[in-house]
């Protein structure tokens, strides 16, 4: 690895064979030096996963296209991890997770396992980390994504970000004449309708399964799902400190 060049790990959560990692990983090798270090199976809405339990396993193994790869059977946020404790050489400069086959709009980013990747990055590695997903569960058009992501890669590189801080961003799965640009967004509110669905196995025990429509959005201006909804890509500067500091007066005069 050329010491001039910046380290990039890259992981996802929809597996190491998934065709949005593929496409980061071209995208990105133009700009660093790239390490793969994904999950060996699909992780999708796992959430921040901490593996404390069982033993974790990482293999050596080969992308479509030939490129060596590391895959552990530890989810997203374990890859990152695993590579800050020394599974990977070197130091980090950036962490990238995707690109995401769907969106993670609003409430999502609290199940998804792609940008808890990069919060991991943020915890664990105290390095700059974005998450890129795609607004589509079916297009494999990734070139718009991933040409963002590497922009964007490029400007953090550059600029750093501040401790605790990571980006999400989402990107319309429009050609590229149709991209109406680039907003900075706050996140939007997600709507879940949820429900129960109840069945019973062949011996009579009965079984759950939580199904429902797909998920939607408040199409507020200035949100992640305006931006997306008006062919923008979205970019959600996310802060790990969660307290709610306005509320904190109010609750000391209980």
């Known amino acids: 690895m050329a010491s001039s060049r910046p380290h990039i790990l890259i992981t996802n959560d929809d597996g190491i064979s998934a065709p949005g990692l593929l496409a980061l990983k071209n995208a990105l090798s133009p ?67 995707g690109i995401n086959q769907g969106a993670n709009l609003g409430h999502d980013i609290t199940y998804s396992g792609t940008v808890t990747a990069a919060m991991e990055g943020a915890i664990a590695g105290g390095v700059p980390s974005i998450a890129v997903s795609l607004y589509s569960l079916t297009s494999v058009d990734f070139d718009v994504a991933g040409t963002a992501a590497a922009s964007l890669a490029r400007q953090v590189l550059t600029h750093g970000l501040p401790a605790n801080v990571l980006l999400n961003v989402n990107v319309p799965a429009l050609p590229p004449d149709r991209i109406a640009g680039t907003m900075i967004t706050r996140m939007g509110s997600r709507i879940y309708r949820d429900e129960l669905i109840r069945r019973l196995d062949p011996r009579d025990r009965p079984y759950y399964w939580i199904g429902g429509p797909p998920p939607t959005g408040v199409i507020e201006e200035g949100t992640d799902f305006w931006a997306l909804a008006h062919g923008y890509i979205s970019i959600t500067p996310l802060h790990l400190d969660m307290t709610a500091h306005a509320f904190m007066d109010e609750l000391r005069s209980w």
């Open 31 to 97: 700009v660093g030096h790239v390490t793969v270090l994904a999950p060996n199976r699909n992780w999708s809405a796992s959430g921040h996963v901490k593996t404390m339990h069982k033993p974790l396993r990482v293999d050596e193994t080969l992308l479509a296209d030939g490129t060596p790869a590391l895959a552990t059977d530890g989810a997203p946020s374990d890859a990152v991890a695993l590579a800050f404790l020394g599974i990977v050489d070197g130091p980090i400069d950036l962490v990238v997770a």
